[in-house]
């Protein structure tokens, strides 16, 4: 079974610097996001099992650059609020051309951001090693922390 197969290409300008995440494992939907995300720029991604809340702040009263949530979701969100809440088996996301925060949690979750930013990623406390692999801007590849990360900038080179 998948845990996190989780794929950042986070970038800026022409450059566009990769982070990924990618694991086995099958435990039920955590209280620590498996990502924590704010970006300016674009977004998309799928979830396997899990919820997704996507602050799409000023962004999401412009229809063309509202986030977006394919079926397989329930998604919730109050009148007047910019924070949309989904839930669901097999679903995708994206965000475009906008300033969004996003925390996702589940299982064979896969994220592409390309901006700039900060992102925290977590993977399974029990599993230590093997959970899944991660990479900011380009860097090698690293397994997934049991702890989430401090923020890590991204499309930055410092």
Not at 123 to 132: F, K, M, N, R, T
């Amino acid at each position: 079974m998948r845990r996190l197969p989780v794929i950042f290409a986070l970038g800026a300008a022409l450059v566009v610097p990769v982070v990924a995440l990618a694991g086995t494992g099958a435990t039920p939907i955590g209280t620590t996001p498996v990502v924590v995300l704010s970006i300016t720029g674009s977004v998309i991604g799928n979830v396997d099992h899990g919820r997704i809340i996507i602050d799409g702040g000023p962004s999401a009263v412009d229809n063309s650059r509202a986030p977006q949530v394919t079926s397989g979701a329930r998604c919730v969100q109050p009148d007047g609020d910019t924070k949309q809440t989904c839930r669901g088996d097999n679903f995708s996301f994206r965000a475009v051309g906008g300033h969004y925060t996003l925390l996702v949690y589940g299982t064979g979750v896969d994220v592409v951001a390309v901006g700039t930013g900060w992102v925290k990623v977590a993977g399974i406390p029990d599993l230590g090693a093997g959970d899944g692999k991660y990479s900011v801007n380009g860097a090698d590849f690293a397994s997934l922390p049991g702890v989430q990360t401090d923020k890590l900038l991204i499309g930055t080179n410092g």
